[in-house]
């Protein structure tokens, strides 16, 4: 009866009149699937239905559901709508730490093929949806950690190797050597814990934000000489040095890995807080006295590197022979 009567409409309204119904009819099926592509009830037939047929709005829908089944989840990592990939990549990360082994072995094996599809997209952004959300995970498969942290994006590489628990000090060593990536051993020198013998890689690497991120990480394990060994790898015949330090409220530990170069020292220039700036962090007075302790000393203010009120300074600081100083004198 229905059918009839819309079937008498669309034959008696004029033509504008019947596309304008006919637009409000397809709108609403549209919404219908959508909601019931929501619907963790819906059935599997139903949601692999919407996977194939919906519109792209409804197969995201589908991807987002946690209730479709994992077979439909395979087929929508091939979608061809990067949203709905994106989407299926965000749940897929988090239903994985849900994956015990007692899952049947073809729903296991479907959902880690469905993540080898995701990790190997051709979309940056999806990598990196998926990169964020299994970071943490410790029964991600090996090779898609591997494969993920060696990403040509940042976006996707860097969350995995500051986090993930499955890379050994062996396959940082690795990335470290390879150095594809921009920002890729800051995010080494982050993670946490950090062994010794990462730490020194990152320091032989002479990348001055990665070495800055090593100091400021309270878990690594950064060997005291640290200073004397970038200036035993880069700069071993020179004579006269100048060292620039600003590393955000860790100077001091940069500082204490200075010694067995100190005489080659020409001056040395520090950002100085004289204010607090950092919980836990130097006073201005100490500064000076571990410099002190070292030979050098306090000899200028070279400018002010805030806008706001005086709180950080650039300090000079020369060898306590320096002739300089005797121009100070009256």
Not at 89 to 107: D, F, N, Y
Not at 225 to 246: F, M, N, Q, S, W
Request: glycine letters at 4%; aromatic letters at 4%.
């Amino acid at each position: 009866m229905v059918r009839g009567l819309l079937r008498g409409l669309l034959l008696s309204a004029s033509p504008d009149k019947r596309d304008e119904v006919l637009r409000q009819l397809e709108k609403r099926a549209r919404e219908a699937q959508h909601e019931l592509a929501s619907l963790t009830d819906a059935g599997d037939d139903v949601l692999d239905f919407l996977a194939r047929e919906g519109a792209p709005a409804t197969r995201r829908a589908v991807a987002a559901n946690i209730a479709t089944p994992a077979l439909t989840n395979r087929h929508l990592a091939e979608d061809g709508d990067d949203d709905v990939r994106a989407e299926l990549a965000q749940k897929i990360g988090r239903l994985m730490p849900t994956l015990s082994k007692r899952e049947a072995e073809h729903i296991r094996a479907l959902t880690i093929e469905t993540l080898e599809r995701l990790a190997a997209d051709q979309v940056p952004r999806v990598r990196a949806v998926l990169a964020e959300e299994i970071k943490r995970l410790d029964n991600v498969p090996h090779h898609i950690i591997q494969a993920l942290a060696r990403d040509a994006e940042a976006i996707v590489a860097v969350p995995i190797i500051e986090y993930s628990p499955l890379l050994s000090d062996a396959d940082l060593m690795e990335i470290i050597a390879e150095g594809k990536v921009h920002g890729v051993l800051e995010a080494v020198a982050r993670r946490r814990p950090l062994s010794a013998q990462v730490s020194d890689a990152v320091v032989s690497s002479l990348d001055i934000p990665a070495v800055a991120a090593l100091l400021a990480n309270p878990n690594a394990a950064v060997r005291d000489r640290t200073l004397d060994a970038i200036i035993d790898a880069h700069l071993p015949d020179a004579k006269r040095i100048g060292i620039k330090i600003d590393t955000e409220g860790f100077e001091m530990e940069v500082i204490a890995g200075l010694d067995r170069h100190l005489s080659r020292i020409d001056f040395l220039v520090s950002e100085a807080s004289v204010l607090n700036r950092f919980e836990g962090s130097y006073n201005f007075s100490e500064l000076v006295a571990a410099l002190w302790d070292k030979g050098l000393r306090f000899y200028n203010l070279l400018g002010q590197t805030g806008l706001r009120a005086p709180r950080v300074y650039d300090c000079i600081f020369l060898q306590a022979n320096d002739p300089a100083f005797d121009r100070l004198k009256i």
